[in-house]
């Protein structure tokens, strides 16, 4: 089975304005509610690619019953831990020449959670993959991604996505594959990377510090796939970009169902890539038919060092 977990879980009420004044009142010309959080939108992703899977979190209050009742109609399986505060709502608010966001605090997460979340943790089995995506809350260390790796029974894969201290502490756990941007692994080091090579340069510095595999998305340049033993580079697909939200969670959702379906790395790298490219080109999170359509245009071409 795939696990997701997303220990810092969203309402996204997205608005679109025509302008934003700000000051004045503004009316929306269109709004909706979504269950949030990269683990919960790759849970949604696999869903769409027939792949069975579980989301695991935490989740409180009005808003988090919203998020359970929207993944049922989605026939998602979830088993999240109750806390007692509300689960936050992200604003997303897009005019016609900005997109801005408004992301809220998340509910304290106790010890007695975390303690549920090691047990449901422990039951996975040899086979499993587990993805680690997304903000770790303010209440929860920093080192959480690491804790788990080192704690979950041995033979499950792990695939981290995450950013800053987190990410750092999840590598020394040794995740099968971590997915940072180009821009997020230029931040890590405090360095601006410029090239192909500076980025393939950088990302083998994270293999040396533990991670297994390194997938680097660089938005419409498409994608660079780092292992100890070659470096690939896969152009994005040609196509509109729609909504830029829930692409990467998608690359992420279509290389795990890859790499739990037993296919090879390059493989999976395509797929993740047809994955994220069909989300960015769509108003919501890609399906099936739209990922395979898009399939037979990733052309992966080795970089030779």
């Given at each position: 089975m795939i696990y997701t977990l997303t220990l810092n879980p969203s309402i996204d009420y997205i608005i679109n304005i025509e302008k934003f004044i700000p000051g004045n009142i503004n009316l929306t010309k269109s709004e909706y509610k979504l269950p949030g959080g990269k683990g919960i939108n790759v849970s949604q992703v696999l869903n769409n690619l027939q792949t069975p899977n579980t989301t695991l979190g935490f989740v409180g209050g009005f808003t988090g019953n919203f998020i359970k009742k929207s993944l049922d109609k989605k026939n998602i399986n979830h088993d999240f831990i109750e806390v007692s505060g509300d689960t936050r709502i992200n604003i997303k608010m897009k005019d016609s020449s900005n997109e801005s966001e408004i992301n809220g605090n998340s509910p304290d997460i106790s010890t007695e959670a975390l303690k549920k979340l090691k047990v449901k943790l422990g039951s996975l089995v040899d086979g499993d993959t587990l993805v680690l995506s997304g903000s770790v809350p303010k209440s929860?260390?920093?080192?959480?991604?690491?804790?788990?790796?080192?704690?979950?029974?041995?033979?499950?894969?792990?695939?981290?996505?995450?950013?800053?201290?987190?990410?750092?502490?999840?590598?020394?756990?040794?995740?099968?594959?971590?997915?940072?941007?180009?821009?997020?692994?230029?931040?890590?080091?405090?360095?601006?990377?410029?090239?192909?090579?500076?980025?393939?340069?950088?990302?083998?510095?994270?293999?040396?510090?533990?991670?297994?595999?390194?997938?680097?998305?660089?938005?419409?340049?498409g994608a660079l796939l780092i292992t100890p033993t070659a470096s690939y580079i896969s152009c994005a697909p040609k196509g509109k970009l729609i909504n830029s939200v829930g692409a990467g969670d998608s690359l992420v959702a279509g290389f795990t169902s890859a790499i739990y379906k037993g296919l090879d790395i390059l493989t999976a790298f395509k797929l993740g890539i047809a994955c994220g490219s069909a989300s960015a080109f769509s108003e919501n999170l890609c399906t099936q038919i739209e990922v395979e359509r898009l399939l037979q245009e990733v052309k992966t071409t080795q970089i030779v060092d």
């Open positions: 929860i260390s920093s080192t959480i991604y690491k804790d788990i790796m080192t704690n979950i029974p041995k033979g499950v894969k792990v695939i981290l996505d995450a950013k800053g201290e987190a990410l750092l502490e999840g590598i020394k756990g040794k995740p099968y594959m971590i997915k940072p941007n180009n821009h997020e692994l230029g931040d890590i080091f405090n360095v601006k990377l410029e090239s192909i090579e500076d980025i393939i340069l950088y990302g083998k510095k994270l293999l040396d510090l533990g991670a297994q595999n390194i997938v680097v998305s660089m938005a419409g340049d």
